[in-house]
């Protein structure tokens, strides 16, 4: 039997969704046109100046050969630029690739390729890894519009653009790229109205309004942020843009800036902890801060208990991912847990609990989670075999996550997929181990997480040639250029075999076994 979330609440908040993610904001800016609506490090927008900044935004990209059905990336840290450019795809019916700047070439090229993107932009002013990126791409750094210091790359002219559907629920507003369990790019195709009803959702439960300033240093590359940006212009409330972390600068704004709602994952508040520590603070100021939650990895419990006496709110945990736009469940504000639950399904959501065989399980057994709703993604770009493996014919998505209800309230077990999560984001052992055995001396290899306060690192086991002189430092430098910084292995572990059943399969759990009981590094 499926496990259905309060249905009371969801006409409200469907009630006046509007058809596209760039709608979002038009309310606002009749009615409230000087109130801020974006802010970055030295500059903001009022609320009609981002209308008038995202339509200039949207007839440059015209201008550029950008139709609707497009693909473009954008290669950029959180910033103005990169919020104006998002909403000006929306504008012009393109579908938006936030990519991070962090992700090594050889990851952008990938994105780029599967997703045969019309043209490339790069925030050169705000980062100096985009600056990277745009020389090595050949990108013209121009004005976009309002925009300046954009790198634009060169019209890729074998791009076709997909149908444009009226349909909030069939338009794509913006593919998210994962790396799949195979190493391959996955592209996650969100629809205007998933991320509508998401950011709806979540507006609604936090009772978010426009006196709200919420602080968004989680990627827009990423689902949460790009769904925080939109629930925030949805709530003509004011998005603060954070270009990369820092536990001094979020101690100081949350002390000086109004910040009411702040979203992290785990290594995020364990950062500031660690931050007010070595400087000596007594006590870190609370400001107006109303609002702090948690997700994207487990959460240890004494992190959250330090981080509740801390700030003097209850640190309320979530579960989301990014086929889901992200929300599916949340600890209510209003009802603050002291364990590791993550709350109940979010307004709309349906959940079951499956064997892997997909056989029914009694309540409060384990088993893999399956969700249906509004927020489920349309399916995997170009992957149709791989969406039918994840969706089936009655709408159900397979998480993949092995979960379990006690009551109404949801809890998180483990994984059935391989996937680690180290600050909030996905890695794909697959994805790694394809790097490290491009190597001429590695002869295999596996990858496996590993928990630390209350996150996961990355550990790499290597089997090295016989009589290869390589070294761990070696094998780092060889695979860094080549991964973003949060794939990089923290440790790899050289061992003269790896252990293997008869048919040679590596027998992972082993390797993570001896990380448990090895001695503290």
Same mark, same amino acid.
């Given at each position: 039997?499926?496990?259905?979330?309060?249905?009371?609440?969801?006409?409200?908040?469907?009630?006046?969704?509007?058809?596209?993610?760039?709608?979002?904001?038009?309310?606002?800016?009749?009615?409230?046109?000087?109130?801020?609506?974006?802010?970055?490090?030295?500059?903001?927008?009022?609320?009609?100046?981002?209308?008038?900044?995202?339509?200039?935004?949207?007839?440059?990209?015209?201008?550029?050969?950008?139709?609707?059905?497009?693909?473009?990336?954008?290669?950029?840290?959180?910033?103005?630029?990169?919020?104006?450019?998002?909403?000006?795809?929306?504008?012009?019916?393109?579908?938006?690739?936030?990519?991070?700047?962090?992700?090594?070439?050889?990851? /952008?090229?990938?994105?780029?390729?599967?997703?045969?993107?019309?043209?490339?932009?790069?925030?050169?002013?705000?980062?100096?890894?985009?600056?990277?990126?745009?020389?090595?791409?050949?990108?013209?750094?121009?004005?976009?519009?309002?925009?300046?210091?954009?790198?634009?790359?060169? /019209?890729?002219?074998?791009?076709?653009?997909?149908?444009?559907?009226?349909?909030?629920?069939?338009?794509?507003?913006?593919?998210?790229?994962?790396?799949?369990?195979?190493?391959?790019?996955?592209?996650?195709?969100?629809?205007?109205?998933?991320?509508?009803?998401?950011?709806?959702?979540? !507006?609604?439960?936090?009772?978010?309004?426009?006196?709200?300033?919420?602080?968004?240093? /989680?990627?827009?590359?990423?689902?949460?942020?790009?769904?925080?940006?939109?629930?925030?212009?949805?709530?003509?409330?004011?998005?603060?843009?954070?270009?990369?972390?820092?536990?001094?600068?979020?101690?100081?704004?949350?002390?000086?800036?109004?910040?009411?709602?702040?979203?992290?994952?785990?290594?995020?508040?364990?950062?500031?902890?660690?931050?007010?520590?070595?400087?000596?603070?007594?006590?870190?100021?609370?400001?107006?801060?109303?609002?702090?939650?948690?997700?994207?990895?487990?959460?240890?419990?004494?992190?959250?208990?330090?981080?509740?006496?801390?700030?003097?709110?209850?640190?309320?945990?979530?579960?989301?991912?990014?086929?889901?736009?992200?929300?599916?469940?949340?600890?209510?504000?209003?009802?603050?847990? !002291?364990?590791?639950?993550?709350?109940?399904?979010?307004?709309?959501?349906?959940?079951?609990?499956?064997?892997?065989?997909?056989?029914?399980?009694?309540?409060?057994?384990?088993?893999?989670?399956?969700?249906?709703?509004?927020?489920?993604?349309?399916?995997?770009?170009?992957?149709?075999?791989?969406?039918?493996?994840?969706?089936?014919?009655?709408?159900?998505?397979?998480?993949?996550?092995?979960?379990?209800?006690?009551?109404?309230?949801?809890?998180?077990?483990?994984?059935?997929?391989?996937?680690?999560?180290?600050?909030?984001?996905?890695?794909?052992? !697959?994805?790694?181990?394809?790097?490290?055995?491009?190597?001429?001396?590695?002869?295999?290899?596996?990858?496996?997480?590993?928990?630390?306060?209350?996150?996961?690192?990355?550990?790499?086991?290597?089997?090295?040639?016989?009589?290869?002189?390589?070294?761990?430092?070696?094998?780092?430098?060889?695979?860094?250029?080549?991964?973003?910084?949060?794939?990089?292995?923290?440790?790899?572990?050289? /061992?003269?075999?790896?252990?293997?059943?008869?048919?040679?399969?590596?027998?992972?759990?082993?390797?993570?076994?001896?990380?448990?009981?090895?001695?503290?590094?």
């Amino acid at each position: 039997m499926a496990e259905l979330s309060e249905a009371s609440d969801l006409a409200e908040i469907s009630a006046g969704l509007p058809r596209r993610i760039h709608e979002v904001y038009g309310r606002h800016a009749l009615e409230f046109p000087d109130r801020i609506a974006l802010i970055e490090d030295g500059a903001s927008l009022s609320y009609r100046e981002l209308d008038r900044w995202v339509t200039g935004t949207a007839e440059a990209l015209r201008s550029l050969g950008i139709r609707a059905g497009d693909r473009i990336m954008i290669v950029s840290e959180n910033c103005i630029a990169l919020a104006v450019t998002l909403l000006a795809a929306s504008r012009i019916d393109a579908w938006a690739i936030v990519a991070n700047p962090r992700l090594s070439a050889r990851e /952008l090229d990938q994105i780029r390729d599967h997703s045969g993107a019309r043209r490339m932009f790069f925030t050169a002013e705000v980062s100096k890894e985009a600056a990277a990126h745009a020389s090595r791409s050949d990108a013209e750094i121009r004005w976009l519009g309002p925009l300046k210091q954009i790198g634009v790359s060169k /019209l890729n002219e074998g791009a076709f653009p997909e149908p444009v559907e009226a349909e909030a629920a069939k338009q794509i507003a913006v593919l998210i790229y994962t790396s799949g369990t195979t190493g391959t790019p996955k592209g996650v195709m969100l629809t205007h109205d998933n991320l509508l009803i998401s950011a709806s959702t979540t !507006a609604h439960f936090r009772k978010m309004d426009a006196s709200d300033k919420i602080y968004i240093v /989680l990627p827009i590359s990423h689902i949460v942020g790009i769904s925080l940006l939109i629930m925030t212009l949805m709530s003509g409330a004011t998005v603060r843009l954070v270009s990369k972390y820092d536990p001094a600068a979020l101690a100081k704004a949350i002390a000086e800036e109004g910040i009411t709602i702040l979203n992290g994952v785990p290594a995020t508040y364990q950062r500031l902890l660690e931050y007010k520590a070595v400087t000596g603070l007594a006590q870190l100021e609370r400001g107006a801060l109303r609002l702090i939650a948690v997700a994207g990895a487990p959460l240890d419990l004494e992190l959250k208990s330090r981080v509740e006496r801390e700030f003097g709110l209850p640190l309320s945990n979530g579960y989301g991912i990014t086929e889901c736009s992200p929300g599916i469940s949340g600890v209510r504000f209003d009802a603050p847990r !002291a364990d590791q639950a993550v709350g109940t399904l979010l307004p709309g959501v349906e959940a079951r609990i499956r064997t892997v065989d997909g056989m029914p399980l009694a309540k409060g057994e384990v088993g893999e989670l399956h969700v249906r709703g509004r927020n489920v993604m349309r399916g995997y770009y170009r992957a149709p075999e791989l969406t039918a493996k994840v969706i089936d014919r009655e709408g159900w998505f397979n998480t993949g996550d092995l979960a379990r209800f006690e009551g109404d309230c949801l809890y998180i077990v483990g994984r059935t997929k391989e996937m680690i999560i180290r600050s909030g984001f996905n890695v794909y052992p !697959a994805e790694v181990e394809a790097v490290l055995s491009s190597h001429k001396d590695v002869v295999q290899c596996a990858v496996v997480g590993r928990a630390v306060d209350g996150n996961e690192e990355v550990v790499a086991f290597v089997q090295l040639l016989h009589g290869s002189a390589m070294k761990s430092a070696d094998l780092m430098a060889f695979i860094n250029p080549q991964l973003t910084s949060y794939k990089r292995p923290s440790e790899i572990i050289l /061992l003269d075999a790896l252990p293997a059943t008869s048919t040679g399969k590596i027998l992972k759990h082993k390797l993570a076994e001896s990380l448990q009981i090895a001695q503290p590094r």
